[in-house]
């Protein structure tokens, strides 16, 4: 298409331009180093002395053409859009007739459209303004589409306010950075109970927001579900995968912080993400929602799904990182089965190169020494895991939150069993601790 754009009168009249174009693309087509300049000069000059700002001029008229083929191949796929300008531009020049023909299209494809998005209600919004337009022009008596276009805008607003605002709130768990969410905080409860609830575009991001910042969430979070699942299909798939890693990323957050009651949530979500192909990027799965997946499973103890996913998904993990991820989370495995002597041959195996990674694999080394009794090895593996997380650069939630799990186990290996009333209180701290992944764990060794 490309070929073909490069070639038309319209476009330019330069021949050397589709001369240079054809083996540049050539070379991206077959994964080829791209020609030497000297060869590109001859094949777009012929025999003429080479001159390297010549052919610079070329290479930037030729980079500007392929810009318009973009501009040009993103319009023509960005329906209704398109049609609505070429309204606007008929109704501009009196072509009442072609304005309606063209109208007509543009409702039966907003209207046949599986979408419903906040995007959705943007175009439908544009063609009613158009339309309006139209009617003051060429009615002088009549109903106007006043009310749809106020009630459009006010979908509009809510539907993109409150997906904004969850992004916002997503980040700043991650990044710890201050976002103000301006006017929502003021009308946010009245939407509880009204009409504007019934809109998926709307409800999906307010039940979202709802469980980002309530301390009691669960109830939101089920009802968040229950939308998601009734209403996917009015989302496209970049959309629906963000949609989905906010409310995963959350469930992770949740288990973090030693709350197992999102575990099961977690792992439902990631199961009909895999099933709808939300997370296969060209036909590759990110190594950390490989992770993530199997931590779920884990943390259900239910074993066997978790060996069907790590030997049905390894293939999609990116080569580089396949061989390790897959050592790395069969570690994983056979620690929670009680395989410890298999669990640390596949940790000398996995070399992760994610920090965070490598923070999981010194806790399973912890855990494994303390449950084998290896006190010496536990001691001297503590030292080395504090160290090693003063020389590297973390987040201050994984800082604190490893610098709790060697901090209580070091309390909890120098305090003798018989010590109940010490180990007791310590109990409590642990308990009390907000930030701790291994808090069940180590309340599982209190006694």
Known sequence: MLKKYIRSPFVTHRKELALLCEPLIQACYTQQAFPLKAELYKLAFGNDAYDDQRLRS????????????????????????ADIHLAELYRQRGLNRHFQRTSRNVNKYLQDSPIRNAD?????????????????????????????????????????????VCSQLSHRAVYQTDYQVGLLAQWIDELEDSPYLSVPAIALYYYCYRFLTEAYSQ????????????????????????????????CIR???????????????????????????????????TFDNIVGFGLRLEDFDPVIDFIENYQQYVALAYRESAVHFNYARLEYSRRNYAQALTHLQHAKPKDLVNQLILKTIQLKIYFETDEISLLESHLDSFRHFIRRRE????????????????????????????????????IEAEPILSEKEWLLSKMF
């Open 58 to 81: 070329l290479m930037s008229d030729l980079h500007l053409r392929v810009e318009g083929f973009l501009r040009w191949s993103s319009s023509e796929n960005k329906r209704p859009i």
């Open 120 to 164: 959705y209600y943007q175009q439908q919004l544009l063609f009613q303004i158009e339309t309006n337009r139209f009617q003051t022009t060429n009615q002088r008596t009549g109903k106007l589409n006043q009310q749809e276009i106020g009630d459009t805008m006010d979908i509009l607003y809510l539907a993109q306010k409150h997906r904004h």
């Open 219 to 250: 109830v939101y979070f089920r009802k968040f579900r229950e939308q998601l699942k009734a209403h996917y299909q009015q989302f496209p798939q970049d959309e629906l995968k963000d949609l989905y890693r906010a409310a995963i990323n959350f």
């Open 254 to 288: 949740k288990l973090n912080e030693g709350s197992l009651d999102f575990t099961r949530e977690g792992w439902e979500l990631y199961q009909d993400g895999l099933t709808q192909q939300l997370f296969l990027e060209n036909q590759q799965l990110s190594r950390f």
């Open 394 to 429: 973390v987040s201050d939630y994984h800082r604190t939150n490893f610098s709790n799990i060697i901090s209580y186990t070091r309390k909890l290996i120098n305090l003798a069993p018989s010590m109940k009333k010490q180990r007791q209180r310590l109990g409590s701290l």
